[in-house]
Nanobody
Framework: QLVESGGGSVQAGGSLRLSCGVS????????MGWFRQAPGEEREGVAG????????YYADSVKGRFTISQDNAKTTLYLQMNSLKPEDTAMYYC????????????????????WGRGTQVTVS
């Protein structure tokens, strides 16, 4: 089960921290992460983290502004979002069983991906 929290409305330049409560996965999901989807757009991978080594992956659009992390117990996934821009406005989804590509340093979903219900982030 994946349950997101921490979304909200913020002015441009502000910060938000998203949390995702993780249960039932532990180390079974090699890579977990965050995706987002704006109205009329496709869902895109934002950030990913390998659960064992903690290697991180970021979309170019958020690199240097967003930081993904996990707690030691692997029960909570975080996304710290700084210097937010209006184009960051979207529904943000926590995801397990995603693909973290070491070559491109990007994340993407697969037919095995599990999703949370999402949390809305609005930047004005």
């Amino acid at each position: 089960q994946l349950v997101e929290s921490g979304g909200g409305s913020v002015q441009a330049g502000g910060s938000l921290r998203l949390s995702c409560g993780v249960s039932g996965y532990g180390y079974s999901s090699y890579c977990m992460g965050w995706f987002r989807q704006a109205p009329g757009e496709e869902r895109e991978g934002v950030a990913g983290i390998t659960t064992r080594s903690g290697s991180t992956y970021y979309a170019d659009s958020v690199k240097g502004r967003f930081t993904i992390s996990q707690d030691n117990a692997k029960t909570t996934l975080y996304l710290q979002m700084n210097s937010l821009k209006p184009e960051d406005t979207a529904m943000y989804y926590c995801a397990a069983h995603i693909i973290c590509e070491s070559g491109t340093q990007k994340v993407r979903s697969s037919y095995l991906t599990s999703w949370g219900r999402g949390t809305q982030v609005t930047v004005s």
